[in-house]
């Protein structure tokens, strides 16, 4: 149950017409009255001798009382109250109760005898709106200061003694929703979200990876999006605004958003966070500390999936072992990967990409603050992806992105148990979702590749499929039968002998791989351990030619080298959703 107080207002009538009209879409049914002050209100819905003047006039008595200079200016309070999409139908007796409930809570008529006058109307079977004179019978005003929250906290309750879908409670950190004015106005139009949400969304991949504000500000330009500056008098840029060049108010402006308004960490002096040093690192730029290996050019998707992988691997270490405020960089870090892999992912992994990203947003942010500059390693991996260009669906670029998808999975996943540790519910919630969507998506990439790698493993040779089998049973004597009897098997035995033919010890690597880590609750250990093979062995994540052999080259000198770190504890849970 979701309760939002608007603004303020200062025309009780206007409202009572929105409240009784028809609604833009024609949406409200049936309006009428549920609850009032004193229960005895005049219902214009359902008495057709009642105006919604003469409600009004009720409503606003209070006011005649007081002197002209006392009059708030802003004297309209506006509480909406909405149910969730699986709730069941309550009745107007339980919305009643829910208004009373709502009105006490959040200090309007606190059951005093002196509390505001207001009243509940419903229009629409999921929701109410109350509507009050934020002035007391007693002439004072009411204490409603923080009335969102108490307002919040009421729902909470609510939702428990009624068994309702139970909302996760929220932090204040959480980007501004779109209003329901937004979100008709985006029916209206055809579009599939709410301009502000597509402008949050197009924001977020704008800044992914950038590194100066002109090349922030380029991505903008070149997304199609209006931009509008505020600068100071000294010449300073202060913040910005965006719009979509066909989004307009009724006198056909362009309607703009401030950075800050889309979410807290758009705006302009958080989105410069992202560009500090940490102190080590700002030591070696001005001379006075060991300088930084320079990393070699990005020279394609491949190459940038491969190498986000291994840096993936690396956030997940210091999310589970390293101190809140790097943890928190590095989990608002990965929001900036799946911006950048949803940018660049081909057309049968877009759709659930672009939903993981959407919804790890909220689990992006929290009040433990994230000390920037930590990330640098993340936010770099994913200006390569942007750099690198859209990755093909198939071949090498389609196996790495499945092999980023699989760690993306597994950061998601550590990011939402460090919330939940926290007690971030929506946060850890959001991330949670943002798993599924990676699941989904990792489903879909590595359906190709798998299968080629499966069919390279049956194509092996009877010694040598019996080599890998004695080399399982040697180092996971435990699950070895199993993981023979997943239908991944096969392509884990060849990725198995592909390491051992590029010089690698295969029982090494094999035991690093699953050091620290549970397994026999895997849906498939073997998927599991073909990606973490061919990362840590640097190894072509399909090494796969038209005549079925592999690839030329040397697997050495192909890709960087990852960690060979063990695997953090965090991706123990991520095994379970496989």
Request: net charge neutral.
């Amino acid at each position: 149950m979701i309760p939002r107080i608007h603004k303020q207002g200062s025309n009780t009538l206007g409202l009572l017409h929105y409240l009784y009209g028809k609604g833009t879409h024609e949406e409200h049914v049936d309006p009428h009255l549920v609850a009032s002050f004193d229960g005895m209100a005049p219902d214009p819905g359902r008495d057709p001798s009642v105006t919604k003047k003469d409600l009004q006039h009720l409503l606003d008595q209070p006011l005649a009382l007081l002197d002209a200079d006392q009059r708030p200016d802003l004297h309209v309070w506006h509480c909406s109250v909405r149910a969730a999409p699986d709730d069941p139908i309550l009745s107007d007796e339980q919305w009643g109760d829910i208004a009373r409930r709502m009105v006490a809570a959040t200090g309007i008529d606190p059951g005093d005898g002196a509390g505001c006058r207001w009243a509940a109307v419903r229009h629409a079977d999921d929701h109410i709106h109350i509507i009050a004179t934020l002035i007391r019978e007693d002439g004072r005003r009411p204490d409603h200061h923080r009335s969102g929250k108490r307002a919040q906290a009421e729902c909470r309750l609510i939702e428990k003694e009624l068994g309702l879908h139970q909302v996760a409670p929220g932090d204040g950190t959480a980007a501004k929703r779109a209003t329901s004015a937004e979100r008709h106005k985006a029916e209206r139009e055809g579009r599939e979200r709410p301009a502000r949400e597509e402008l949050r969304e197009t924001v977020r991949r704008a800044v992914a990876g950038a590194t100066s504000e002109e090349e922030f500000f380029d991505r903008l330009a070149a997304a199609g999006l209006l931009i509008r500056k505020r600068i100071a008098p000294s010449g300073d840029l202060l913040g910005y605004k965006v719009a979509l060049p066909d989004d307009r108010n009724g006198e056909k402006e362009p309607v703009f958003y401030a950075g800050s308004t889309l979410a807290p960490d758009l705006s302009l002096p958080r989105i410069r966070e992202r560009w500090a040093l940490p102190a080590e690192a700002a030591a070696s730029a001005d001379g006075s500390g060991p300088e930084r290996p320079a990393l070699p050019d990005v020279t394609g998707p491949a190459f940038a999936r491969r190498r986000a992988s291994a840096t993936t691997w690396q956030a997940l270490l210091i999310i589970d072992h390293g101190d809140d405020g790097t943890a928190a960089a590095q989990i608002a870090a990965a929001g900036e990967i799946l911006d950048a892999l949803a940018k660049t992912s081909a057309a049968h992994t877009r759709a659930q990409l672009r939903e993981a990203a959407f919804v790890f947003e909220r689990a992006s942010r929290s009040h433990v603050k994230a000390v920037r500059g930590h990330d640098r390693a993340l936010r770099q991996a994913a200006r390569d992806l942007v750099h690198s260009g859209p990755a093909l669906g198939r071949g090498e670029d389609g196996a790495t992105t499945a092999m980023l998808i699989d760690m993306a999975f597994f950061l998601a996943t550590a990011a939402a148990n460090w919330h939940a540790r926290k007690h971030h519910s929506q946060q850890a919630a959001a991330a949670e979702q943002a798993a599924h969507h990676l699941r989904a998506a990792y489903q879909a990439a590595a359906a190709q590749p798998m299968a080629l790698l499966r069919q390279r493993g049956q194509r092996l040779a009877a010694r040598v499929r019996q080599r890998q089998a004695d080399l399982l049973h040697q180092v996971l004597p435990e699950l070895a039968e199993r993981i023979r009897a997943e239908p991944g098997w096969p392509a884990l035995a060849t990725t198995l002998d592909d390491a051992r033919r590029a010089g690698h010890d295969p029982a090494a690597l094999l035991a690093e791989a699953t050091r620290r880590r549970e397994l026999d609750t895997a849906t498939s250990i073997s998927d599991v351990l073909v990606w973490r093979l061919r990362r840590s062995a640097h190894l072509p994540a399909l090494p796969v030619s038209p005549h079925g052999t592999p690839t030329q080259g040397s697997p050495r000198t192909m890709f960087p080298a990852p960690s060979t770190q063990p695997a953090p504890s965090a991706a123990n849970d991520a095994n379970r959703r496989r």
